[in-house]
């Protein structure tokens, strides 16, 4: 250290204030300091700084051919249909239902009717018969009790899954209801293409 400032070598070699006293080295931050600064930053990376733009991740959404699926006048409030959607291949099954309450997603003139795959995303378990009208509920799961949300886009509320019901996207045509395409991969499926 023959090269360094005299201030600089007496810095590093602890001969300053208290470590110079003591005869040690001291460290630039001790732990407290650190668990703080550590807490801090994760906090904004986390949660970002106000103001500052939000980075967007698109929705996956695929569409197909329009397919009817029912009819809004002959829809009652908290009796589920079952229709296949996108296709009639495996776990293609989907519940039509109108909810009585607004949904994300919902259509109608009351935007509650919402419509969803029946396959569970965690390991792929039958939702066929599972609705709950007192929650707005899909589930639980036979498998694993995993329950899905329908008034929020099929987001799972609990169990095991870790992604939110695949939602069909619909349209209405006066009074008919159509499938127009799905927000979110069907379980079992690496893509949402037919083929």
């Known amino acids: 250290m023959k090269d360094l ?3 600089i070598a007496a810095a590093v070699n602890g001969e300053n204030g208290e470590a110079a006293k003591a005869g040690t080295r001291k460290c630039l931050m001790n732990r407290r300091q650190f668990l703080l600064t550590s807490g801090l930053t994760t906090t904004v990376v986390m949660v ?3 103001g500052m733009p939000e980075a967007e991740t698109p929705a996956v959404v695929s569409t197909y051919p329009r397919k009817l ?3 809004l006048s002959e829809l009652k409030t908290d009796e589920p249909l079952s229709f296949e959607y996108p296709d009639e291949g495996q776990y293609a099954e989907s519940i039509l239902v109108k909810l009585g309450t ?10 509650d009717v919402v419509a969803f795959n029946y396959t569970c995303t965690h ?3 039958p939702l066929q018969g599972t609705y709950k009208a007192a929650d ?3 589930g ?3 498998l694993h009790l995993t ?3 329908l008034t929020r886009h099929g987001i799972f509320i609990a169990g095991q899954a870790y992604q939110s019901l695949p939602q069909v996207l619909l349209e209405v045509d006066g009074d008919d209801i159509y499938a127009v395409g799905m927000f979110g991969l069907i379980y079992g499926r690496y893509d949402n293409l037919q083929g």
């Open 5 to 7: 400032d005299p201030k």
């Open 48 to 50: 970002g700084i106000p």
């Open 69 to 71: 699926i029912g009819k």
């Open 102 to 111: 607004k949904a994300g997603g919902g259509i109608g003139a009351e935007e």
């Open 123 to 125: 390991q792929g378990g």
């Open 136 to 138: 707005k509920a899909l």
């Open 140 to 142: 639980p799961c036979p």
């Open 147 to 149: 329950t899905f949300d």
